[in-house]
């Protein structure tokens, strides 16, 4: 008896400290999404012309539909911004636009679809995810890096391919199996890789995303089926632009080529907060600004010493704790390690996605939002402290800085809180990298 009395009397201040620990989180979550909501009411009372790249997609839709060229700004009502996309989208937003909705609707619009986005979002694993999880992933997808502001403001389609993205990655990450249950979940990995492609042809730059797709917990021949699937869809639009829109896509060519005099650029060089620009404002202050040769190897290095280098590097440090004598190549072993930690290797997938993302030489405030979709899904498994440090970095510090009025553009605060969130993503990982695999196994 005076055994199992003095284990009870180890245990109470345990399990009295994380009662405390859960409740100090629950007030942190409460403040998290009071500033996250606070910040979106406040920017919906201000006196001021938002939704500009709506009505540029819009104006290019009726242009078009006019027998207009698109692609040329005066042929643009209302807007001095270039429309970007493939001839292609012209036709596929031409039912969003119809009747002015869209433009006239816009804020009603974009934050059901924000939170239709955060419920969209899959687990890892969880074939029940409790309240707790999508409360997270939805406050995540409306709040982090303060993306879903950005959309909201702008009226940027990027909530459309969020929503695409959504559905993408649920069908991706489905719970994982073995035998004929794998084998019926396949083409549903197929529709979602395909889907991943065609989201990543509206904005050309994120293309590098789909590698991400080789972590999942496969085989490598239905892994690299996968990728050539996406990459395929990736194209699609692209030969579907050239073949059936010749003359607009020659236009988007010259458009997307700055060819066109005395209208705005796309450039790749635009004001944004991406690593290209931080490195190009580098090269400028030590006076080497018009090689973009030292430019791009800046970014480069940046890019990798900040971001891949270290990810790819936790990786192959779990996946060589592996015993060595059961042999094959390095990629062999990444392989059979990640087919059997199913949840970890489809948590990896999703970090790699987000790490790829974070890499993009153009980052515009509004791509942030498809960002926060990916942390959306990482940080529901984050044990408590991690947890409260991603909220606090991630969502309620930019809230704030935005509520008092901070300008996020022409600076870099997005990237360092961005590259702040995934190196807490990522240190959590190399302290446990096997945890999803352990709570699966005690749930």
């Known amino acids: ?54 009505r ?73 995810p409790g309240a707790r999880d999508v ?27 969020g929503v695409l993205t959504a559905v993408a990655l649920r069908f991706l990450l489905s719970p994982s199996a073995s035998g004929a249950s794998e084998d019926r979940s396949f083409p549903l990995r197929l529709a979602g890789a395909a889907l991943l492609g065609l989201v990543t042809s509206f904005k050309l730059v994120f293309f590098p995303v789909l590698a991400a797709l080789y972590f999942l ?4 021949g239905r892994k690299l089926m996968l990728i050539a699937v996406a990459a395929f869809s990736f194209a699609l639009p692209i030969l579907i632009s050239r073949l059936m829109y010749p003359e607009l896509f020659a236009s988007w060519q010259l458009a997307m080529g700055g060819k066109i005099p005395d209208q705005h650029l796309v450039d790749l060089f635009e004001i944004n907060p991406s690593l290209l620009l931080a490195a190009r404002d580098l090269m400028d202050h030590a006076g080497l600004g018009d090689s973009k040769a030292a430019t791009f190897a800046t970014y480069a290095f940046a890019a990798l010493a900040l971001v891949l280098v ?68 990482l940080v529901v498994d984050l044990p408590a402290l991690a947890l409260a440090a991603f909220l606090a970095a991630g969502l309620a510090f930019p809230a704030l800085i ?16 961005a590259l702040t969130s995934f190196w807490i993503l990522l240190l959590d990982f190399r302290a446990e990298p096997k945890r999803l695999e352990t709570e699966g196994a005690q749930s």
């Open 135 to 161: 409360a997270l992933r939805v406050l995540c997808a409306l709040g982090a890096f303060v993306g879903f502001e950005w959309v909201q403001a702008s009226g940027n389609f990027a909530i459309l391919s």
């Open 217 to 220: 917990p496969l085989p490598r």
């Open 402 to 417: 935005s509520i008092l009025g901070t300008a996020f553009e022409g600076s870099f605060i997005l990237l360092i809180i």
């Open 1 to 54: 008896m005076s055994d199992v009395t003095g284990a009870a009397r180890w245990l109470e201040p345990s399990a009295d400290m994380a009662s405390r620990r859960n409740f100090w989180l629950a007030c942190l979550v409460a403040l998290t999404a009071l500033l996250v909501l606070g910040n979106l009411a406040n920017d919906a009372v201000l006196d001021m012309k938002y939704g500009w790249d709506t």
């Open 310 to 377: 270290p990810f790819a590097l936790s990786i192959l440090r779990v996946v060589k704790s592996r015993p060595a004598q059961e042999g094959g190549s390095v990629l062999a072993r990444l392989d059979r390690w990640l087919m059997d930690h199913p949840r970890v290797a489809m948590r990896i997938t999703v970090f790699a996605m987000f790490a790829l993302y974070l890499s993009s030489p153009r980052l515009k405030e509004y791509a942030y939002f498809e960002l926060a979709l990916y942390a959306a899904i």
């Open 56 to 128: 540029v997609n819009c104006a290019a839709v009726d242009a078009y539909a006019s027998g207009l060229d698109p692609y040329f700004v005066k042929n643009l009502k209302g807007t001095k911004l270039s429309y970007p996309y493939l001839p292609v989208t012209l036709d596929i937003f031409r039912p969003l636009c119809a009747g002015g909705l869209l433009v006239d609707h816009y804020k009603g619009i974009f934050p059901v679809l924000a939170v239709l986005c955060g419920l969209l979002l899959p687990g890892l694993g969880r074939t029940r």
